[in-house]
């Protein structure tokens, strides 16, 4: 049902800028999303949620809504047949709610109808007796052990501290600030929507789901129905971004069980509104640090103190904490470190993964700290950046050694050499359109102050904390044609072009053939941490490359020459020698190869209680500067341009690359001047593009690239994963070019009129 | 949910009539957000987007007025020679929403809906323009101050719809400006429209977004007309400072989630003496 299914990708090898195989689908409107995904016969589901963030359920009366026709089923928390609490890292989050609902939107009963406006009575028919109670909606008072525990597993979700080096050590310098990260949401446009088709008589259920992570889902569905992983089978539904937001699950549990209760397919969709409570967010997140350093702008020390409102499931909090913590000192040096994070449980909207996983916050934070240390210095700040710029065989405040390409004075140096705007405010042909405020014409170049911010990030690279990380691909080549299989869901990131790219280049094949995505093979991993490029492009590589090995063979014995003399020229084989000569489409005519490949990242290790281990794969680094147009009477700000340099270790398809550094830069933006849920007393104020603003044509900078290509001996193809850095340090170079443009400090985003003014 | 769909203008009034329940459209942009959101379930829905006599406009140079059919689009309104006429219900309806928004959203659905963010409102209330209603049966024209009587709420009779508005074209400077949050496509927080008429040397300021509906800065505009230099195009610093503080003084806007009082009110002042400097640039 996925519209990739069957494409054949174009031509292109690696480092080829070739298009994407849905790409002229997606911009025509053609493309099949999951929202679009129908059957014959099908029933539609719709969830009913808690309007309380906190409240006990005193009852629940279904019989009003059974009495509406054409309503087939509802189900509640007495329906879940298997575990009654699913999540990614610890399974403390009901399918629905049956004692307590613990924040506003917590699905309560799930209804399949003939018709969405069934559907709609049905949910207002359902009565439920609440017995409301004052939110915990201060992570503070979590930490002050004021408020009882809301959830059995208690309100605490982590602490975890990180003690490096010389815990007294101080400096002559010492600079401290606090800052405050609103909660951003992944606003992907393909909303959630899944369809399920059961298997008679209820065995087993077929799963189209647009989600980040199959087998995940498969493993947590199918604990949750009482049924064996088997009997679930996921195939991928067009995705329309994620970010994030699809790695938990949402409504797939609730989409099965209505399946298998009428024996029917069931559709269920997401509103916008809905979307907003139905997924994980980013982390707010309030972020104390101080440095200490010498007269000359080097780190002595850094502290940290992290508090992660998680909301009211765990989720992936743990996990983010842990990137953030580990993350403290930036891409410097740092020899001592005394940092303490902790991630709490709150009757706020639950929140988990989105695009920078913590590092985000965190470098946020360290960012503006670097900016307030060359102040205080009287250092340039890009020059205090360079002076303690980590290298190769740097050692992290965890203990780890940086061992990957760490090119960051060359991110810092050619970030800050790409040209700054010609332009000046206003732009050439002094449209007022082009200045802060925008299309509402509320300034004159007069009034506009120009400023410039510099911020860079280090970013770890797939799983962590000794997770079991692995990718698996199948390859299949068969009369020159290579037909490849995975389960790595497809986001709109472009791994179905990296995946056509390296069988080409590895087997010297026009065609590839792309598989279903789908559960028919191992696991891939999820879609995030920035790891498919690195993790199922590993696994591809590595399936390739045993094909070609058992193709060379076969023409070795063929030609009575020595297999490892042979390699792959174009689309022919050739021998050391250059006496033999033979095509891919010759040589394998007639035959058939397939072979599938579990691929692994080195393993990693726990932290300890003091913060110390292995616990990450790789990293990558990034610059940005930022130039920014500031209206500071009226606190409005336009983004002029964003320069940056970035460590991708080799640009497997330079087109993609440049595609997810502006999404990124967007993403980045977004978060430092518009983007934010508004919550109060556990309500979401905003849940509308209404109101949750994300950035439009008029306000996307111009972007300046340099990609840094020094592929990594560590990656399988030279190449990192390129998707999160351009999101992580665009935003604090953004906040830093305003501060630059007004005078002030601003340490809290996003940055809001009021916090421009003053 | 039924649907009429008349073509002409007594058509649409017969079936308005004999519907008085029946939610009129016209683009659509405000009402399907609300039926999308389930915030409107109506029964009926009459659409008028269709009848030509609400589509067009006419010039009157005699009269100095433009006449506006309810049904024109805020594209259309951005377009020679409608743009030159009236250049700052232009500005305010490139200001509105995205340019598929503009080519659905009409002058007169703005009206209809009456939200105190209406970006074409301020242009009509500065210019004193005249809404024209008519039913089955009747016909009347009023003041758009008289039309807007709050939040949302209008003159409006079930039976009556908007059929057009008549604007007059002064000669003088005109703008709109608006702040939001974003570059484009955002709900004023705080917008204003400057008109100046140079017959009769006045100068007219409304503002939205910081009150139940338009305001006119009847005080702002006194002190304008009598402290401005039309000859010179002229206001001293302090004429554009205090015509600013006048204008934030007489609006009263509210807090909400998307920004505070005290911000709406700074912020219609800033726009306030900006627009004043623009129409009268010398010091």
């Known amino acids: 049902m996925s519209a990739l299914v069957g494409e054949r990708t174009r031509a292109g090898r690696l480092g080829d800028s070739i298009t994407r195989p849905d790409g002229t689908a997606k911009v025509q409107g053609s493309f099949q999303f999951s929202s679009d995904l129908n059957a014959e016969n099908c029933l539609w589901g719709a969830t009913l949620r808690s309007p309380h963030p906190s409240a006990r359920i005193v009852s629940i009366d279904l019989s009003a809504a059974y009495r509406i026709s054409g309503v087939e089923a509802i189900v509640t928390a007495a329906d879940v047949p298997g575990q009654a609490t699913y999540g990614l890292i610890s399974q403390d989050q009901p399918v629905f709610a049956s004692d307590v609902v613990r924040y506003v939107g917590e699905p309560i009963a799930a209804v399949a109808a003939d018709h969405p406006e069934t559907c709609r009575r049905a949910l207002e028919a359902i009565v439920v007796v609440y017995e409301v109670m004052a939110p915990l909606t201060d992570p503070e008072r979590v930490l002050d052990g004021s408020h009882p525990p809301i959830h059995p597993d208690g309100n605490l979700i982590r602490h975890q501290r990180v003690l490096c080096g010389d815990a007294n050590a101080t400096g002559p310098i010492v600079v401290e600030g606090t800052y405050e990260i609103g909660m951003q949401d992944q606003a992907f446009l393909g909303l959630e929507a899944a369809l399920a088709l059961p298997d008679p008589g209820a065995a087993g259920v077929e799963l189209y789901v647009a989600t980040q992570w199959l087998h995940e889902d498969q493993k947590q569905i199918a604990a949750c129905l009482g049924l ?425 398809n330079p087109l993609s690359v440049l595609g997810q550094i502006e999404g990124g830069i967007a993403q980045g933006l977004g978060l430092a001047v518009m983007e934010e849920i508004i919550m109060s007393e556990g309500r979401v104020r905003n849940p509308s593009f209404t109101d949750y603003l994300l950035p439009t044509f008029l306000d996307m900078p111009s972007v300046v690239v340099s990609l840094i290509e020094e592929p990594d001996p560590i990656a399988p193809l030279g190449a990192k994963g390129v998707g999160e850095p351009p999101t992580i340090s665009s935003t604090p170079a953004i906040v830093a070019a305003i501060r630059d443009a007004i005078g002030r400090p601003l340490d809290r985003v996003p940055v809001r009129p009021i916090d421009i003014i003053g | 949910m039924n649907a009429l769909v008349p073509t002409q203008l007594d058509e649409a009034l017969r079936v308005i009539g004999t519907h008085p329940d029946a939610l009129v459209v016209a683009g659509g942009t405000d009402a399907m957000v609300e039926i999308n959101a389930g915030h409107r379930r109506p029964r009926m829905v009459i659409a008028v987007n269709r009848v030509a006599e609400l589509r067009s406009w006419t010039y009157d140079p005699a009269g100095a007025t433009v006449r506006i059919g309810a049904a024109v689009t805020y594209s259309e309104l951005m377009e020679s020679p409608l743009a030159e006429l009236i250049p700052a219900l232009a500005e305010a309806s490139r200001t509105v929403g995205s340019p598929q928004i503009r080519n659905a959203g009409t002058l007169g659905g703005n009206l209809g809906t009456c939200s105190p963010a209406g970006d074409g409102l301020p242009v009509l209330a500065a210019l004193g323009a005249v809404v024209h209603l008519a039913s089955a049966t009747r016909e009347r024209s009023l003041p758009v101050s008289d039309f807007m009587v709050g939040v949302k709420r209008t003159a409006l009779e079930a039976d009556e719809l908007i059929t057009a508005i008549t604007i007059p074209v002064l000669a003088g400077w005109q703008g709109y400006s608006k702040v939001g949050v974003r570059n484009a496509m955002v709900i004023a927080l705080a917008s204003a429209c400057l008109a100046t008429d140079v017959t009769t040397s006045s100068v007219r300021l409304a503002v939205g977004s910081v009150g139940p509906t338009i305001i006119r800065c009847a005080d702002a505009e006194a002190f304008a007309g009598e402290s401005v230099s039309f000859a010179r195009r002229s206001a001293t610093p302090a004429t554009v400072a205090r015509f600013g503080e006048l204008a934030a003084a007489a609006s009263h806007p509210i807090d909400d989630h998307r920004a505070t009082a005290a911000y709406r009110r700074h912020a219609v002042g800033v726009l306030a003496s900006r627009l004043l400097r623009r129409a009268f640039p010398n010091d």
Not at chain 1, 295 to 306: C, I, N, P, Q, T
Not at chain 1, 422 to 451: F, S, Y
Not at chain 1, 597 to 604: A, F, G, L, Q, W
Request: proline fraction near 3%; charge should be negative; include cysteine.
């Open chain 1, 228 to 652: 064996a992983p088997a009997a679930i089978r996921l195939t991928l539904g067009g995705v329309g971004g994620a970010f994030g937001a699809r790695e938990d699950i949402s409504l797939q549990v609730h989409t099965c069980l209505l399946a298998l209760r009428t024996g029917r397919p069931v559709r269920m969709h997401y509103s916008r509104e809905e979307s907003f409570l139905g997924h994980v967010h980013r982390h707010p997140a309030r972020i104390w640090m101080r440095h200490h350093a010498t007269a000359d702008g080097l780190l002595v020390k850094v502290e940290a103190r992290m508090v992660f409102d998680g909301g009211a499931y765990a989720s992936t909090s743990s996990a983010v904490l842990i990137n953030a913590v580990t993350h403290t000192q930036g891409p410097y040096r740092c020899p001592n470190a005394v940092v303490d994070g902790y991630a709490v449980r709150t009757n706020n909207l639950p929140c988990g993964a989105m695009r920078g996983f913590g590092v985000v916050q965190a470098c946020f934070a360290h960012e503006g700290q670097m900016d307030r240390l060359a102040a205080a210095c009287g250092i340039d700040p890009v020059d205090l950046r360079l002076r303690n710029a980590m290298v190769i065989g740097d050692k992290l405040i965890t203990g780890q050694v940086i061992e990957n390409v760490a090119p960051v004075e060359r991110c810092i140096r050619e970030t800050a050499a790409l040209p700054l705007p010609d332009e000046p405010v206003g732009g050439h042909d002094r449209n007022t359109m082009r200045l802060p405020g925008g299309a509402g014409r509320t300034a004159d170049a007069g009034h506009i102050r120009r400023g410039i911010g510099f911020a860079v990030s280090i970013k770890n690279l797939m799983y962590s904390e000794g997770f079991d990380d692995y990718s698996t691909a199948r390859c299949r080549l068969a009369d020159g044609v290579v037909t490849l299989k995975f389960a790595t869901s497809e986001v709109g990131q472009g791994f179905v072009t990296i995946a056509g790219q390296i069988a080409r280049s590895v087997l010297g094949v026009d065609e590839v053939v792309l598989g279903t995505i789908d559960t028919g093979v191992g696991s891939a991993g999820s879609t995030s941490a920035s790891r498919q490029t690195w993790m199922s492009g590993g696994a591809v590589n590595a399936a390739c490359l045993k094909v070609r090995g058992l193709l060379f063979d076969a023409v070795a014995a063929l030609y009575h020459v020595d297999a490892n003399s042979l390699s792959i020229e174009g689309s022919d084989i050739v021998g050391a020698s250059g006496a033999l000569r033979v095509s891919v489409l010759e040589a394998s005519t007639g035959l058939e190869f397939d072979e599938t490949v579990e691929y692994r990242h080195k393993p990693t290790e726990d932290l300890d209680d003091n913060g110390q281990g292995d616990c990450h794969t790789a990293f990558a680094f990034v610059a940005h500067r930022a130039v920014v147009d500031v209206d500071p009477e009226l606190g409005l700000v336009k983004v002029i341009q964003i320069a940056t340099a970035q460590d991708v270790g080799r640009a497997l």
